[in-house]
């Protein structure tokens, strides 16, 4: 079973990859574009772009909350 610090290091060593570092740029385009809501014609592509962004989110805030998991541990 892996411990929480190499689960940790794996992650960062994962974000510090140069793809990691080209699937970052891909999705902070997608996210611009979530954001438009001028393309939105209904509460359904409201919800939709809620749902998007939230996994963007995640996705896009992943490296600084291993930092913050790290200096925490």
Known sequence: MKTDEQFLNDRLE?????????????????ESG????????????????KGQLRILNFILSLENVTHLAVEQS
């Open 14 to 30: 994962m974000t510090g990859s140069d793809g990691w570092l080209d699937l970052i740029n891909d999705l902070e385009t997608i």
């Open 34 to 49: 979530v954001k438009n809501i001028d393309t939105m014609n209904s509460e359904k592509d409201l919800w939709e772009a």
